[in-house]
């Protein structure tokens, strides 16, 4: 019974290290954002997908995005570890039509969505938070500062947005750690 045990460990250790390469992993739109083409209200949208590969079996990577009324595109802010390598910010900001983007093959979760009269209140407040937010050119893994200790932080600035993190947010609990 070992000998089967250790075949099916072994199995399922080497099919989760055995995904796709990352560049080839897909970042196609998951179709669960408003189309902003469509939509002119403003929109906020916290979405979670599994992390990549086998981290995904315990951690998410989390990331934001708002559409200001009337506006044709959304400004997503994300937090990730290869920009630091590479000598560049942790935080990125930038303009899509489609912030709901698989992770690298993982299918994103909406952990919070607002739209309407209150989101166009509370953009101005995301924009003014995401610009203060202290652990811009840091990442760490774990504790954090990471990808989801940013929307955690974000939530934890602008209280009205009401955000409650996955538990596989791993990192988000770094948040309460602002200097």
């Known amino acids: ?18 995904n796709d390469d990352w560049r080839t992993a897909s970042r196609e739109p998951a179709g669960i954002a408003p189309n902003p083409k469509e939509v002119s209200e403003a ?19 989390s990331w934001v995005a708002t559409k200001e009324k009337g506006a044709s595109e959304y400004t997503v802010y994300e937090v990730t570890g290869w920009r630091v ?17 698989y992770w690298f ?10 739209t ?26 774990f ?13 934890l600035q602008v209280p009205e947005l009401g955000l409650d993190m996955p538990f596989s947010a791993i990192g988000s609990g770094y948040a309460d750690n602002d200097e």
Do not use: Q
């Not at 019974?1 to 055995?18: P, R």
């Not at 093959?105 to 607002?114: A, R, T």
């Not at 309407?116 to 990442?139: D, M």
């Open 1 to 18: 019974m070992k000998k089967y045990l250790g075949i099916l460990v072994t199995a399922l250790l080497l099919s989760a290290c055995s």
């Open 43 to 61: 929109v906020i949208e916290f979405y979670a997908a599994d992390a990549f590969s086998w981290r995904g079996w315990f951690a998410v990577h």
């Open 85 to 101: 390598k590479r000598g560049l910010p942790a935080l990125y900001e930038y303009k899509t039509s489609t912030p709901d983007r």
């Open 105 to 114: 093959g993982s299918k994103p979760e909406k952990v919070l969505s607002i």
């Open 116 to 141: 309407g009269i209150k989101a166009e209140a509370l953009i101005p407040k995301i924009t003014s938070a995401v610009a203060r937010y202290p652990w811009a050119n840091e990442y760490t893994v």
């Open 143 to 155: 504790p954090g500062p990471n990808s989801n200790t940013f929307p955690t932080w974000v939530g």
